[in-house]
Structure formats: structure tokens, C-alpha cells
């Protein structure tokens, strides 16, 4: 790996090599225990989603339990919590994918509501599904749209 | 339009309605003639793509005339350019979405790029991709990386 | 570019080269102002669509107007206005697309009614959406169906 | 093609050369006449989806009965009754891919309940759609399990 | 079925219902051996692809004989071949969708050769992939049309 | 949920409800502590994809090494190593899936050898390929083909 690439990620340690693949390195959000990720990501989960993560958590308990702890653990706890990356651009980032795939309507509501509550403007959210426009076409659009008047319709 | 939703919405005038369909609304980003959609267009895709942008527009002349300019007036011009999202929060977008569809990896890396150039941090488009992960799955996320990697190794 | 390309495109000027970016090249469907964008947009999207683009439009208006010009001016403007493809294969082409991505229901089931407005019989409508099945799968070909039954049991 | 290839394809038959393209070959499965992919096919859907999949053939008898007869003939003559893969491991990689895919929610229903109706496990069918949480993100494995679970309360 | 779609449909017979389904009704293209099917496959395959569509079964056959079987008994003998839409229009529409999926760039290049072949316009071929962009977004157009250059240029 | 759903659910404890969410819940694979389920993860990485799994994680210890991390813990620890679906059809299902998605070739290539490597035959590797002509289209099933031959003829 270049140096130049080095001094660009200066949060990457020197010493990080693939000898160091089962030995405990330290960096960041390192986890040590379950119960770690757990608080993480239910405490990641009510920041960004309010009560509707926990509600589509609760629901899938019934059916797959496991998934629903991998929701709170992985998805939140070890992805949507890291430090690396500001609250809003996460959800702005996350309303475009979900826009461009055009099958998720359902998590693409639940994070058009976490984009506001983690202080992202209306217009911003509105901007974002308009880009998506140019890179997937405007039928994606229009029908994000339509899921994002419901949520800023309340 | 409930007035809630106007309140949150401080920039749409109130005077918005369908007759004005065809009236003269002056509104944000009201393009007059051509040459303002042309000359934002070109000065958002070098700001954003640096030559790359423009080289993608010069390659599509021989074949598709048009396209190419489509791409500076309207993807750039009438949507890039738009002050209501920053450019960083849009090329995150951007990749995210391209990541997510996991079928445009040449504008992928266009707009990793386009990222670093407009002041997002390494780490931070390592970070966008690491979350397609959870919204697209880990093919998504692994494919994305590798072309990030053509990009920041340069 | 070869001669014998050339040779198969007798519409593009001898001249266009990549140094005619900013002149003021004539070429077919130039565009000088935005009134003959909107006209043209809006006349295309009448004969297509009819009363359903109309209506997505002002439905738009509330959220997002800029897409809804874009609609109009670029969608219809600069694209769907085009002389160098007949209306009919516009149509069908774009009922191909939408069935093939199979996430686009809504706007499907506006260019099936499109197609039987520009003069397509409703057997080639169910013609291109068949000949789906080998191109995207039966799933997609199937769904694309329902969408047809509803127009065409209007 | 290798031997090594050979060895591990006993089935198939060393004189498989292009040259037969048009003659008599003799191999598994072969269809000498209309009535035999009926017959399989008719039977192989009864098999695996019940009543269900004569009912999606009977609705599209009306607009398509072209396609009826494919899905019987083809989908299931040709391919579904092949004896080259247990009837389970079809119906749990059928119920993989429509997951993934996120836009074909009725077939997945169908298939869910065909996974069931030959002898899958209800665990099973949820197992492989949590996998795709890894292959093709959580939103698809969320929205498949929510189609699971409309058949398994059945 | 109400009336007025029959009216619409006159190539339907009258007698078409579901319980037609056993009998041998006879329709448009009914296939009555497997010798016809092939017959009218093959004439298909070379009169739409000339020698690349045969490159393509002939190269299946080590690996997949029977997928070779159905892409000329099935995929051209019962689809392609039917008279229900025109040529142009065909492979004006697998353009289309290929385009818009994104992920299928040796069919697409496959079917812009067939476009010419069968009498588009290297234009309306350009046309239709131009149309995409409002439909499946730039990268899927811009990436479609690099594939048409490849074969324009030859 | 119905009594019906939990007799057939024998392994979900009637004792399962949302009020466990935070409780000690002792089921199937419940994880203790980082490095059950890294454990767990190597040695199912190393059991279904020999070392290229390996080799993915290594190469992304330069740019993500979370991603590399979380491929083993959560991917193959938490997910592919789970005991309630067998590895061949887990192996199965991921190339029907990435057959389907069409855009992750890499990942393909290494789950059919993933397949092999758990005790699939190649002829079921092509089986289920070829299914997906069925459900996502022939140019999926060939481009997976051709994916399967070089593994296959290896």
C-alpha cells in the first residue's frame, strides 16, 4: 500500500498488517463483548429510527429471532454507530441506495424519518431522492418521492 | 399540503400551486436560457469530476451528441449543481447508490474521486460503502471497495 | 471513427468534433430556449400519457417542482420528443425496461396506456412483456402482465 | 474441455460434440414430444405449488395463455421436473434468488408455500432468506420474511 | 374479460377459457413437435444473430446442452420467432431491458448487432439506449452505449 | 401467532416473546462472547471456501479491516455456520441468488467452488444455475455459466 495512501487514512495504524488477523489489536470501536455491541446498537437504533426500529425488531422476533438481534448487534451496533462518518450522511447515504434499488419502500420510509430526526433539513432529504434521478432513472425517484410525502406529510 | 409540512419546508413559496404550471415562477435555480444550464453544468462537473467528467462527456461526441450534452446541462447543471444538498453529502449519495446497484462500477469511480475532490475524507467513502453492506450486502460492499482501492492507491 | 460508421449515420454532421463543445453547432433538436423545451415536453407528454403525466406532474408540484419540470423539459423536452425513434418503439421499449426491472409498477402501467395512445396494438403490448420472460424471468413477465390487465380492461 | 471436467460430469456423454446440434441425441430428460412436457410439467406444478400455480396459469389465460403454456411447459416440463437437483434444494434456491432479487413478492409467496409442500422445513425457508441478509442486504431478507410469515401463519 | 377489451384483442378466439386447457385448441404459432420448434429456433437464432447467437449455443454444450436446447427451442422457437411483433421492435426492446438491468453486457452487444441485422437504424438503436437515461439513470445508458461503439465501430 | 405456526416451529421456545429482548435467552448458537463467533467463522470461511475466502478477507485488511472482520464474525460466524440449513444448500442457494443478482461475479465464483468444496455435485451447480432461466433470465443463467466453467474446468 503506498504512502501516499497512508497519509491520506490517518486513522489506519502503521502496524496494521494481515499477520495481525487473530491477535487483539486496538482500533476503533473495537468490541469486546456482546453486550457492548448490544447497547451500541440499541441506543444507534433509537437515535436514528426512533420507535420504528424497535417496532420492525419486535416483529420479526416471532418469526426470526436471530435476525432481529443481528439488526441491533451488526447493523446497528457494529455498522450504523462507528464514529467514522456523520449521523446525516449515513441517512442521506442510505435514502439514496434505497431510492436507486427501488425495492425497500418500507426501510426507505424508517430512514427518510431517521434523516429528519438526526437533523437532516426536509429539502436535503427531497435533494437527495432528485439526485437519484441522474444515476437510477426517474422512476426511482418519483416513487421515493411519493414514500418521503407520506413521512413529511405528518 | 398540511401546514405543518410548509413550516418545515421554508423555502417553497406558499404561493405554489399547479396554475403556475406555466406562469413565470421565480423560484430557486430558475434556468432562463441555455447558456446558465451550460455554464453551471461545466463548472459543477470540473468541480466535482475534475477531467474525468469532462473526458466521459468527450468520449460520448462520436456516438451520442447529445447525451454528452444532457450530462453537462441537466445532470450537472440542473441537478448537481443545486445548492440545497452539499457536495459532499451528493457524492456520498452518489456512491452509495452506485454501490447499492453494484452495475456501474466505471461512475462508481468517477465519483469516488469526485468525492475526495470536493473534501470528503478517505475514511468517510470507506465508510459509505462499509454501510452498503448492511442495505445491499457484503457483494455490494466488497466489489465497491475494490474499486475505491484503484482510487485511493493513486 | 470509421468511415463505414459514418457511412450508417448519415445524420451526424461531418463536423462534430469534440472542439465544437461550446460553439453554436445546428444540429437536429437543438435547443435555444427553455420555451420550446416546455413546449415541446409538454405536447409529447400529452400524446403519450395523455391525462396520467399531467397528473404525476402536478402531483409532484407539492414536494419536489423541480422534478416536475424536469419531467416535462427533459424527460419529454429532449428525450421522449426525439424524432429519431418512432413513438410506438418508444413506448414498447420503455414497457421492456419497466418490466425487466420489475420495482417501476406505477410508471409501467402508465406506458402501457401510452403505447395504446401512440397507436400500438394491445397484442404487441403483450408481445414485448412475454418475450420478457426470456430476457428477465417469468416472475417479471408475470407481474408486468397484471399491471396490462388493468388498462387493458379499461 | 478437460478430463478432469469430464470425470466429474459422469452424465454427461463422451460423443457430446457440437456437431450434434441437430441430430437424435439420446440424453436425460429428452422431449420427443409436445405431450410429455405437458404431462411433466402438470405434474411437477401440482407438486410443488399446489393448486396455487394452475391458478397463477389459469389468470393468464385471458390475457396471455401463450405464457400459460410456457410456465407449464417450460418452467416446469422443462425445468423445474428435472431430476438433476432435489425438488428442496430448487425450491430453497428459488426462494434465494426471488429474496435477493426484492421484486417479485407474489412468486416468492408461491415458492415459499412449494418449499413447505415438498418437504422443507419451516426453519429451513427462513434460514435461507436470513442468509440473504449477507448476500443481498437486510431489507431483503426483512421484506421476504414478512412474505414468510403470511404463509407460515397459514 | 369485458367486452370492450376483446374488442381490443380480436385475435383472441372467442372460446378461449380455462377449460380449454388440456384440449388442443388451435391458435396462433401452437407447437406441435419438437421438430418445428427447432426448425423455427434455428431460422430465428441466425436471422436475428447471425453466427453469434449459434457461438453462443455451441459454446453451452460442454457445460449445458439442455440450455443450449432451450435457447433455440425455447427462448427463439417459441418467442422470438412469433409473428405477434415485429423484428425492429424485438430487439429495439432487448436493447431496452438490457440496458436497464445493467448487468448483461454480452446479451446487449449480442442484440445491438441483431438491431442492425434486422433493419433498426444504428440511430434508432442509439436512440433507444439514449431513452434509458430517463428510465434506468446515466451510468446505465453511458455504459450500454460503450457496448453499441464496440459494435458500430465494426 | 398461531398454534398451527408454532407446531411446526418446534425449535422456537414457547417462551419467546418480545419482553426477552434484553434477557439472557439461551437458544440455537447463542453467542457468548467475540471469539465463539470468530472461531465459529474461520473455521466455516475456511470449511466452505478453502482459502479464497481467506484471501478476500486478507485483501481487504488495507482498506476495511472491520469488513474483514466482519465477513468472518458475522457472515460466516453468525450466519453461515448456523446448523438449521445444511452447507449445500446454503452453497446452493448463494449461487441461485448471485445468479439472479447477476452483478457480483466474483462472490459467484467463489460459492461454486464453495459448493463443490461442501459436496455438491457439478451437475447440481448447473442445476440450479440453469433454474434461473426460469426465474431472472437466460442471460443470467449464461453468465453464470460461463462463471461455473472456470471453476469447473480447473
Known amino acids: 500500500m503506498k504512502s501516499t495512501y ?3 487514512l490517518p486513522d ?5 498488517t494481515v499477520s495481525t488477523l487473530h491477535s ?3 482500533r476503533n470501536e473495537k468490541v469486546t463483548a456482546d453486550e457492548d455491541r448490544r447497547t451500541r446498537g440499541l441506543r444507534a437504533l433509537s437515535e436514528i429510527t426512533g420507535d420504528s426500529g424497535a417496532g420492525v425488531v419486535a ?3 416471532d418469526i426470526a429471532p436471530d435476525l432481529a438481534d443481528w439488526i441491533i448487534d451488526f447493523s446497528y451496533g457494529d455498522v ?4 467514522g462518518l456523520d449521523r446525516r450522511s449515513r441517512e442521506l447515504a442510505t435514502i439514496a441506495a434505497l431510492t436507486a434499488l427501488g425495492n425497500a419502500q418500507p426501510q426507505l420510509k424508517v430512514h427518510i424519518a431517521g434523516a429528519l430526526r438526526v437533523g437532516c433539513k426536509p429539502q436535503e432529504i427531497v435533494e437527495v431522492i432528485l439526485q437519484m434521478a441522474v444515476f437510477a432513472g426517474f422512476p426511482a425517484a418519483i416513487n421515493a418521492l411519493n414514500v418521503a410525502r407520506e413521512v413529511l406529510d405528518q
Open 24 to 26: 487483539d489489536v486496538k
Open 80 to 83: 450504523m454507530a462507528r464514529p
Open 12 to 16: 489506519f495504524p502503521e502496524s496494521m
Open 6 to 8: 497512508r497519509e491520506r
Open 59 to 61: 416483529s420479526l422476533r
